[in-house]
């Protein structure tokens, strides 16, 4: 069977304390000490203090023990090292260095969204009702972590440890440039782009639509008025909607909704699969210019150095 299912992510940043108090303070709920979750996940973000800002753990989940048989065996092939115990794999990212884990099972099926009644020419459902989006003051949170993008200074050794080791399979790609991966029905839950130093370019917090992103993102900016960084719009390749912004940590983040879902692998091979996407068609449509952060963290060099001084 193989991967299932994009689990979490540890991520070392220099001040913990106030990534976490953003992201409770933004519907994520602290469920046990550094650990951030959703309501559906307890485990979404796992906090650690580290001297510059890197991912230091990504956990996936499979399906069965024979898949981390199998695993292990792929990595051997490539010359990566890997130990299997307690129902977990483990092993070293060949890039950049985190750790990754593949579990078996462990993500928690994710509740529903409710459904909505919309307004489109001549199918008019909600009628004599105001929209939830205008009247609604409930909280709008993120529901689980949906991918993550990481910059790579080596994409083929990169494609080959996710892809031909680990068994992430290629939605599209930008040639041999940069490929989507997914490890689940989603169209990606990991992208992996060129860059000069190794990085966390972001990470990505799946919505309830638009509505909740525009309203989630609009009360960050009204917080935080310069950390936004493109959006919101919608994006080609996968076709989710989409608003990045800046933590504090400097990490840039993503809340998106409506990605493209893939659930038979050969019909997509088939019919919609693309290796000659331009990466510079970002968007389909986007109500922003986009800054350079978006390519390049605003934190590169102290990124450089920390790796650096870390031996890496
Ligand atoms: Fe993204």
Redesign the pocket.
Known sequence: MGLTSLLDLELAVPRPEELQQFWTDHGMQLTTAGTLGTTDRPSQLRLREGGYRHVSELRVECETEADLVAIASRLDALGIASAIGDGVLRCADPVLDHDVVVQVRGAAPITPAAPRQWNLPGAYERIGQRSPACISEQPHSPRRL??V?FGTSDVEASRAFFVDGLGFKVSDSFGEFAYFLRCSNDH?NL?ITPAAVPNL??Y?LEMDGIDAIGLAGQKIVAERPDCSVTGVGR?VV?A?M?W?LLDPAGGMF?L?SDMDQIVDDEKWAAENHRTDWNPFEVAAWNSTAIKPDFFEPVDIADIAKGREAAGR
């Open positions: 949906g991918h993008v990606h992208l370019n972001h990505a994006h996968g989710n989409f990045y993503e998106y």
